[in-house]
T-cell receptor, first 114, second 115 residues
Framework: DAGVTQSPTHLIKTRGQQVTLRCSPKSGHDTVSWYQQALGQGPQFIFQYYEEEERQRGNFPDRFSGHQFPNYSSELNVNALLLGDSALYLC?????????????FGPGTRLTVL | GESVGLHLPTLSVQEGDNSIINCAYSNSASDYFIWYKQESGKGPQFIIDIRSNMDKRQGQRVTVLLNKTVKHLSLQIAATQPGDSAVYFCAERASWAGATNKLIFGTGTLLAVQP
């Protein structure tokens, strides 16, 4: 049973560019959450997708957007990249059952903005 | 130690000793708590969880204690091994209105196991 997978593993972009990160949830999971983890800090919640809709959003600008597909996989898009967007982007999946579910994380995508 | 800038609090223990990692959480309305282990270059790995209606839960070599009065969590690791070396994060689930399953993470503690 595959766990949460993310692609690509690493990515280098320049300021102003756009990036798309991808996530496949753990088998049986229908909810995907995205987090940003800066170096030396804990993950910060970006948003969560369930039933192909954004269910909740953290304190991130509109440059950060996402999508969830019918197979529950998800994409995170970041437009107009800034140097401060350099971070590890983590995807976590869970199974929606009355909000009582553990989130399991993927290995992350390391984004470097030059 | 205390966290300053990018420096994580660090706990250094000898192999075979017991480790205790502490965490203060932020909101008394949080109803679910999780400990994650994160090794260098990897995503957080689930260790153990506890719900707010409990004050103790045990797993294999790990125990989580919850003190809701002072909003404090601890993770105890028995017979610490070199493979336990990692950064440990506590996370609370924001269960108040409109906060559906969002996790709020603490600063993290670096556990360094000396052979």
């Amino acid at each position: 049973d595959a766990g949460v997978t993310q692609s690509p593993t690493h990515l280098i972009k320049t300021r102003g560019q756009q990036v798309t990160l991808r996530c496949s949830p753990k088998s049986g999971h229908d909810t995907v959450s995205w987090y940003q983890q800066a170096l030396g800090q804990g993950p910060q919640f970006i948003f969560q997708y369930y039933e192909e809709e954004e269910r909740q959003r953290g304190n991130f600008p509109d440059r950060f957007s996402g999508h969830q597909f019918p197979n529950y996989s998800s994409e995170l898009n970041v437009n107009a990249l800034l140097l401060g967007d350099s971070a590890l982007y983590l995807c976590a999946s869970s199974e929606d059952r009355g909000r009582s579910d553990t989130q399991y994380f993927g290995p992350g995508t390391r984004l470097t903005v030059l | 130690g205390e966290s300053v800038g990018l420096h994580l609090p660090t706990l250094s223990v000898q192999e075979g000793d017991n480790s205790i990692i502490n965490c203060a959480y932020s909101n008394s309305a949080s109803d679910y708590f999780i400990w994650y282990k994160q090794e260098s270059g990897k995503g957080p790995q689930f260790i153990i969880d506890i719900r707010s209606n409990m004050d103790k839960r045990q797993g294999q070599r790990v125990t989580v204690l919850l003190n809701k009065t002072v909003k404090h969590l601890s993770l105890q690791i028995a017979a610490t091994q070199p493979g336990d070396s990692a950064v440990y994060f506590c996370a609370e689930r924001a269960s108040w209105a409109g906060a559906t399953n969002k996790l709020i993470f603490g600063t993290g503690t670096l556990l360094a196991v000396q052979p």
